[in-house]
């Protein structure tokens, strides 16, 4: 590889330092060595998000979510075993004294195939997206365009690689024009559209579609691209008998000044300068059981957050999926369109 330092991190870093070289490096793991540059172990987006879920902390050394025990290589030759053997994402090549020289990552061409998921879809794409005026004075959000595509086609097709062909859509603003768009669509999507007669905000609408599921499906709302691991999203959510999930990101953002903490008489107990501050971000994508609709009152405006919250009150398993910040990308505001389409084409 060109540059194996980007897949290289030290035992001092703290998680959220970590989980940015990761997204940065694009293959999902990185590995930790000790101030002598000694390999200590291997760390992943998977293992970061268990560590999380366990109740780790952002700010903990990244040593305290690595996997001790990784798979290490003398030479290529035993490399390329391991990689084929094993379909390891990269297999490190290390010396006798354990330092790293190379890391193997096969030809770079092959596609894992995803599993069939087989799980409905419901879009919320009723809203007016006022953020994103004069475009949605227009156009309806979902089917402003992303590339080649509207972000509703992009969200469909990215379910879709996971065998997920049922889109149910919730419409209201400029619900003829997305309809239209659709029926001369030359792909044939399976969607069944449910019709708002006034705004029930992001959660209401799902009243709609009352006794039409037996199972868990997917809520989503239009302006929110995913391009995380479904199936593992699904197995967490099955395996802890969750009534909902919501999808979060750890987002990372330096404070570009001086923090100060002060206690009483105004005494200086603590002073950061730029701290990276990190926090969960709903993403505005779940997954949920079929009784959750049955909680949903008829033509009532009520935010699908609030949802959840009542749910939790009402001691509901409620829990959060956290993935890497680098795999959500956001429409929601006019500078998100271009990052997406850069992300999604490239510059």
């Known amino acids: ?30 590995f930790i060595v000790d101030e002598e540059e000694k390999l200590r172990g291997c760390v992943t987006d998977g293992d970061i998000r268990r560590f999380l879920l366990s109740g780790g902390k952002m700010d903990a050394t990244i040593i305290d979510a690595t996997n001790s025990i990784p798979k290490i290589a003398k030479n290529k030759k035993e490399a390329e075993h391991l990689y084929h053997k094993r379909n390891y994402v990269i297999v490190p090549i290390v010396n006798n004294d354990n330092h790293i020289v190379a890391l193997y990552t096969g030809d770079g061409n092959e596609i894992k195939e995803r599993k069939a998921l087989n799980i409905p879809v419901i879009i919320n794409a009723g809203g007016r997206g006022t953020r994103l005026d004069p475009f949605t004075k227009v156009l309806p959000k979902p089917l402003i365009p992303v590339g080649d595509f509207p972000i509703i086609e992009h969200i469909i097709r990215e379910y879709q ?94 404070i570009p000044y001086g923090v100060v903490e002060i206690g009483v008489n105004g005494i200086i107990k603590e002073i950061k300068e730029k701290p990276l501050m990190s926090f969960l971000t709903n993403t505005g994508i779940y997954i949920v059981e079929p009784e959750v609709i049955d909680d949903v009152d008829d033509g009532v405006f009520i935010g699908f957050p609030d949802i959840v919250e009542l749910e939790r009150q009402k001691g509901k398993k409620v829990a959060v999926f956290p993935v890497s910040e680098n795999d959500w990308m956001d429409m929601g505001q006019l500078p998100e369109l271009e990052k997406m389409r850069i992300k999604l084409y490239g510059e």
């Open 1 to 30: 590889m060109d540059d194996i330092l980007k897949f290289i991190g030290k035992d001092t870093l703290s998680v959220s330092e970590a989980m940015q070289i990761i997204d940065n490096n694009a293959y999902g793991i990185l």
């Open 161 to 254: 690689s996971y065998n997920c062909n049922e889109f149910h859509i919730i419409v209201n603003y400029k619900k003829e024009l997305m309809k239209a768009y659709f029926a001369d669509n030359d792909n044939h999507y399976n969607i069944t559209w449910y019709d708002e007669e006034k705004p029930l905000g992001t959660g209401g609408g799902l009243s709609l579609l009352r006794g039409k599921f037996t199972d868990t499906f997917f809520f989503v709302n239009c302006d929110a691209l995913l391009t995380a691991n479904y199936e593992s999203m699904i197995k967490f959510h099955k395996e802890n008998g969750n009534i909902i999930t919501m999808i979060c990101v750890y987002k990372n953002m330096n």
